[in-house]
């Protein structure tokens, strides 16, 4: 009869599948944290992805940029810019998933290396406090992302923002004190401006936009010369979008093919969306579900063991 020796498992072999076991755990939480960075990112774009395809187009369903036609003179073009809704929107979802990511897997990273401090790992043995900690780092990155976001628009935005900002009363804007003490700007161009100018408060000032809108209506009805004046065609079928719910003139129904295309391609997109949300969705929850599974059969054999 062989000796018990020899069915004795050794301790050390143990001890490695226990590491084995943690180091599965910390990959299939990494990939949950992936999984549910993707699940959020989903979900915002559920409510931005319209915009998002619009702009690919240069749409947009509200005035979000200020377009200065070609006709103002240099003191207002300085601040002025050819909007781009779909490099603006891009640009904001870039750092919107940026801070999100930085933020969600940092602050998972800080409160790893503050447990290597003794203070720190008495205080993260309880899972409220491993929280309180991860949500104080996640806000200070997030805080600091944001801070550098702002600093890098921050001179270029105070500008554009002092121009057409008012409280209560559109004539109490820095555009409409300006335009109604100057004379090289035409009556069409001035309503253009004070009807981005309304729509660009916020909320969207529809009762001031409503009668410049009107009136740039009625010009390019009257007005033959109306599109030498400058006008973007995408920036007047936004306008008469927001103000009456459809398109006005023939100008703005110039992008009648570009609108088309964007509403199509918008359906595909939101399906997509749902598809990868769905799936993420459910990853997320066999990595956790896994991961905790692997975390307990670790802890019961370190028990066993000890």
Known sequence: MPPLDEYAVNPREIEQGVVALKNRQHRLMLLGVTTTTITIISI????????????????????????????????????????????????????????LFASFIGAFFVVHFL?????????????????VGWLIAFILIWSGLT??????????????????????????????????????????????????????????????AR????RLI???????????????????WTMQQQVYGKTMTSLAETVTPQVQQASHLESWVKILIWMVLSISAVLSLIFYGLANIIKKRSLRIEQRIH
């Open 44 to 99: 915002i774009s559920l409510f931005l992805h319209q915009e998002l395809v619009y702009g690919f187009f240069g749409l947009s369903t509200e005035v979000q940029q200020l377009h200065l036609p070609i006709s103002v003179d240099a003191n207002l073009a300085s601040i002025g810019d050819n909007p781009d809704y779909f490099l603006n929107l891009l640009s904001w979802f870039g750092w919107l998933i940026l801070k």
């Open 115 to 131: 447990k290597k401090i003794r203070y720190f790992y008495v205080k993260f043995q309880s899972f409220v406090q491993k929280f």
């Open 147 to 208: 801070y550098w976001q702002h600093d890098l628009n921050g001179d270029h935005d105070d500008a554009y923002q002092k121009v057409v900002y008012y409280d209560s009363n559109i004539n109490d804007s820095e555009m409409a004190r300006y335009l109604s003490e100057t004379e090289e700007v035409a009556a069409p161009v001035k309503s253009y401006l004070l009807a981005q100018t309304a729509l660009l408060h916020n909320p969207a000032d529809l009762s001031a």
């Open 211 to 214: 009668p410049h809108v009107s």
């Open 218 to 236: 009625q010009t390019e009805k009257n007005d033959k010369a109306f599109e030498e004046y400058g006008f973007k065609p995408e920036q007047l």
